[in-house]
């Protein structure tokens, strides 16, 4: 979701070290742990980028965790505004993988994601929404005003409630819990605000990032440094008027790593679908990354020839709009597993080159 950030710089250059002390090749296999770590508006952070880590993961831990919601819990009352949030889209993190190097792929399977509130906030701000006036896209009508919605969680029911600010009308909305913000360190010593969705993920804003799916991520920097936050109770396609169902979050995500496999954009999957994730403007070159990435993909791994595959999508792919409000539009291209043929064996690994 994005307010009042939606056209802020996206990029920056680093400026601060982000490297602990223990890196270099692979870590000898550890028994997986659960790590825990604590989120407050003190050590959250704003940016994707390199930053001193706040706990060290090893491939297979557990990350049992929390996140703030996008105002920095800031919004708690029909009095409040949004001129009190000071902490905008707020994010846990980083954590350093050890053994992650540039070129490897980060696995985060997401374990458990529950909604830590008793109500969830939506907020329209003016310049914000995908049908508001912007500074790349002008208009000569006046914003809209200001308005903020309070959304009852009905836990035992996993609902919200939703309730028109000038209506008694009310509608029940199923809960959907995901975070919309997931992604590592940028490469090339970039920092980018965290409202920002790009090839490292980052602020994604889609339902895929959930219980029962996998996330493959790239690592661009030693360690990765993954960051998460933006938890939604719910959120409609595209986000349009800026917001979903922000809510903080309990997180219990799994990492591990696949060495030496370098994924250019974020990617998922589950027991039925494979899924990638485009992301760009206009919306048709954010389609065609997603597509192109789904075609590559499962020409690898099934065998497929592009050209056969470019078909199979046109005749069986699926595509979700998940956000037109960000920085960069953000949609997932998908195909069911039914219609591919098994998987490639893998790969053997590389024969060591002998001397003579």
Not at 136 to 153: S, Y
């Amino acid at each position: 979701m994005l307010l009042s950030a939606l056209f802020a710089s996206p990029i920056t250059r680093a400026q601060v070290p982000g490297e602990p002390p223990s890196i270099g090749a692979a870590p000898p296999p550890t028994t997986p742990k659960v790590v825990t770590y604590h989120a407050t508006t003190d050590n959250a952070k704003t940016l994707f980028g390199p930053a001193e880590s706040v706990a060290p993961l090893h491939p297979g831990d557990t990350l049992d965790t929390n996140t703030l919601d996008f105002f920095g819990g800031a919004i708690a009352s029909p009095a409040d505004t949004l001129a009190k949030v000071k902490l905008e889209n707020p994010l846990t993190g980083p954590f350093y993988i050890e053994g992650a190097q540039p070129g490897d792929t980060l696995v985060v399977k997401f374990l458990e994601l529950t909604v830590d509130a008793d109500q969830g906030i939506g907020a329209y701000g003016p310049g914000s929404g995908a049908l508001s006036s912007s500074r790349n896209t002008p208009m000569l009508n006046h914003d809209l005003p200001e308005r903020i919605w309070f959304f009852p969680i009905d836990k035992a029911n996993n609902t919200a409630t939703f309730k028109p600010a000038d209506n008694n009308f009310t509608a029940k909305i199923p809960l959907h819990p995901f975070l919309g913000c997931i992604g590592t360190t940028p490469a090339n010593g970039e920092v980018r605000s965290s409202v920002v969705p790009a090839e490292f993920g980052g602020h994604m804003d889609t339902p895929e990032a959930s219980v029962g799916n996998t996330l493959y991520l790239p690592v661009n920097v030693r360690g990765a440094l993954l960051y998460l936050g933006d938890g939604h109770a719910a959120m409609g396609d595209g986000e349009v008027a800026g917001t979903g169902i922000e809510v903080p979050m309990h997180v219990k995500i799994q990492v591990d790593l696949i060495k030496g496999k370098k994924t250019a954009w974020p990617r998922f999957e589950n027991d039925d679908y494979l899924m990638a994730v485009g992301i760009g403007r206009p919306l048709e070159d954010a389609t065609r990354i997603a597509y192109t990435e789904l075609i590559k993909w499962l020409h690898d791994d099934y065998g497929l020839s592009q050209l056969d595959l470019y078909e199979l999508m046109s005749v069986a792919g699926e595509l979700h709009v998940s956000a037109i409000v960000n920085p960069g539009y953000v949609v997932v291209a998908k195909i069911n597993k039914k219609y591919l043929p098994p998987k490639l064996p893998p790969m053997p690994p590389p024969t060591p080159t002998q001397s003579k």
